[in-house]
């Protein structure tokens, strides 16, 4: 993984951008994860202003330690933050990270999440060393299939009750893109480094 101290802004169509999280976007942060809607098909917990300050620190933590982490997702000027994108785990020593993000409902279905999904993405396999990003989705979480879907991911399984749901186990979807799979290569992922194919690739 590249030294990286804070969340790299990058530029999205639109005039939006991913930038770092930041102590002042507790109310915005605040204000979706409150809404049932957002959460529902999720494992969040109770969302509390007091874990709102925690993911905004954990994502500053982490990008300081040199770890890809979560990005805020800004439209307009001036900055109007609707939604996190980036990477909720990554392993340095087997260059992978889990993909999450998160949208404020009033702002789902014009494509925001998809463009910051892509630039994220972009980013961790072209800047961020990745060689997969996965994503686990809960099985009635259908929008969040679909946007994986569209970015290129492929099913790799079904992992039963994986996660506790606010009082209940869930089955979870495990998708994953690779970064010489074709569609991360067309987002410009770039050749992985040294690699000469993948010799212990086993295919389906
Ligand atoms: C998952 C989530 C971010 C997806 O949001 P979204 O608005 O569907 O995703 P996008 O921003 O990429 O928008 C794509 C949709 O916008 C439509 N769209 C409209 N204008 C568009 C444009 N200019 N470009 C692309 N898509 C556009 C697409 O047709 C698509 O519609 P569809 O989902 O009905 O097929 C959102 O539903 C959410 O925040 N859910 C709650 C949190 C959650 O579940 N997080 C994931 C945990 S794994």
Not at 9 to 27: E, H, M, S
Not at 163 to 168: I, K, L, N, Y
Request: glycine residues 10%.
């Amino acid at each position: 993984m590249p030294e990286v101290r804070a969340a790299p802004v990058i530029p999205l169509p639109r005039g939006a951008r991913l930038r770092p999280l930041a102590p002042a976007d507790r109310a915005a942060l605040l204000g979706w994860l409150s809404d049932p809607e957002v959460t529902a098909r999720t494992s969040y917990p109770e969302v509390t202003p007091a874990l709102v300050d925690a993911i905004t620190a954990r994502a500053a933590a982490r990008w300081a330690a040199g770890e890809p982490s979560k990005w805020g997702l800004g439209i307009g000027d001036p900055d109007v933050l609707i939604g996190t994108c980036g990477f909720s785990e990554a392993s340095a020593a087997h260059r992978w990270a889990e993909l999450t993000f998160d949208l404020a409902r009033p702002r789902w279905g014009q494509g925001w999440m998809g463009a910051a999904a892509r630039a994220a993405l972009r980013w961790g396999f072209a800047e961020g060393g990745l060689e997969r990003v996965h994503a686990h989705v809960r099985v009635d979480n259908a929008p969040s299939r679909r946007l994986l879907e569209r970015l290129g991911f492929r099913w790799e399984g079904r992992l039963r009750s994986l996660r506790w749901c606010r009082g209940a186990p869930w089955d979870f979807d495990l998708y994953a893109l690779l970064r010489d799979d074709p569609a991360a290569q067309a987002l410009g992922a770039g050749a992985a480094p040294g690699a000469a194919g993948h010799p212990a690739r086993g295919e389906p």
